[in-house]
């Protein structure tokens, strides 16, 4: 059975730093995709950031240069750096991995809120 356990979020001023966590169990993150979304209130889940299977990152323009995507293979985990927090970072983030197997398989974490204010 895969799992996959956020950690880390809270609250925190503007321009602060949180690292969330992505801990899987029951899956290999060093093999598969990976990637980490957020939703805000009233607002569609958007793509923060994403590690292909190859080690390709790629970054939401809103977030570039201020979050940072790594994998723990050691831990299969995977983290989000995320510095320089604004206001507008404040979502519920979420951790994603993708595996094909016989078919595409699609795994979401239960979320974890990220705060930012004054």
């Known amino acids: 059975q895969v799992q996959l356990v956020e950690s880390g979020g809270g609250l925190v001023q503007p321009g602060g730093s949180l690292r969330l966590s992505c801990a899987a169990s029951g899956i290999i993150v060093r093999n598969i995709p990976m990637a980490w979304f957020r939703q805000a209130p009233g607002k569609q889940r958007e793509l923060v950031a994403s590690?292909?299977?190859?080690?390709?990152?790629n970054y939401d323009d809103s977030v570039k240069g201020r979050f940072t995507t790594s994998r723990d293979n050691a831990k299969n985990t995977v983290a989000l750096q995320m510095n320089s927090l604004k206001p507008e970072d404040t979502a519920v983030y979420f951790c994603r991995a993708t595996q094909m197997t016989t078919k595409l398989n699609i795994y979401w974490g239960q979320g974890t809120q990220v705060t930012v204010s004054s």
């Open positions: 590690i292909s299977s190859g080690g390709i990152i």
